[in-house]
């Protein structure tokens, strides 16, 4: 296994609608053992393949840091979100946007379809942290980013702050 560089906005392969996945072989489980590796090793809760220059629709998701290990580990091959129901504000954070967090409106319950790590249908109904995880991992696969969920003006502000700051930071090396 290796470790995986994760990319930051404003990185291109982060705003692209990722390809699906129509073979899932050996360089697939790979791929999904980096990205475990990759994801623990910062102490993410999930992380889409794009988000490590990959612009495959696959991601994988672990609460058990926030959760207790109650839910075990999620591997998502080509996800759709076929129902959503209610709507809650929370915290969120990214992985691609370091050190930040704001609160995002998202689905207080969905239902998703894909395929597991074997290629075979999945369907899971979710709420609570399990449902904001894969509303925000299926979002990097449609190429949006949690401050898309923003209103116009938030959104402007959190970029122009975030772009400011990552400037300021390779200034300051």
Same mark, same amino acid.
């Given at each position: 296994?290796? +470790? &995986?560089?994760?990319?930051?906005?404003?990185?291109?392969?982060?705003?692209?609608?990722? @390809?699906? +996945?129509?073979?899932?072989?050996?360089?697939? @489980?790979?791929?999904?053992?980096?990205?475990?590796?990759?994801?623990?090793?910062?102490?993410?809760?999930?992380?889409?393949?794009? @988000?490590?220059?990959?612009? @495959?629709?696959?991601?994988?998701?672990?609460?058990?840091?926030?959760?207790?290990?109650?839910?075990?580990?999620?591997?998502?091959?080509?996800?759709?979100?076929?129902?959503?129901?209610?709507?809650?504000?929370?915290?969120?954070?990214?992985?691609?946007?370091?050190?930040?967090?704001?609160?995002?409106?998202?689905?207080?319950?969905?239902?998703?379809?894909?395929?597991?790590?074997?290629?075979?249908?999945? =369907?899971?109904?979710?709420?609570? +942290? &399990?449902?904001?995880?894969?509303?925000? =991992?299926?979002?990097?696969?449609?190429?949006? &980013?949690?401050?898309?969920?923003?209103?116009?003006?938030?959104?402007?502000?959190?970029?122009?702050?975030?772009?400011?700051?990552?400037?300021?930071?390779?200034?300051?090396?």
């Amino acid at each position: 296994m290796a +470790l &995986l560089e994760i990319k930051k906005y404003p990185d291109k392969v982060l705003k692209q609608k990722t @390809q699906e +996945l129509s073979n899932i072989d050996g360089n697939t @489980q790979k791929l999904i053992d980096d990205m475990l590796e990759t994801m623990h090793n910062v102490r993410g809760l999930g992380l889409a393949a794009n @988000q490590v220059g990959i612009s @495959q629709r696959l991601c994988v998701i672990d609460l058990s840091i926030k959760e207790d290990n109650k839910i075990p580990v999620i591997i998502l091959i080509n996800p759709v979100i076929v129902e959503s129901e209610g709507a809650i504000d929370a915290e969120e954070g990214c992985l691609s946007l370091p050190g930040y967090m704001s609160s995002i409106k998202r689905a207080e319950k969905v239902f998703v379809k894909g395929l597991n790590r074997e290629g075979k249908p999945f =369907e899971l109904e979710a709420s609570g +942290l &399990l449902a904001r995880a894969l509303q925000h =991992e299926i979002d990097h696969l449609e190429g949006m &980013l949690m401050f898309d969920r923003m209103s116009p003006i938030k959104r402007e502000f959190f970029k122009r702050k975030y772009l400011r700051d990552i400037r300021k930071i390779k200034t300051d090396k």
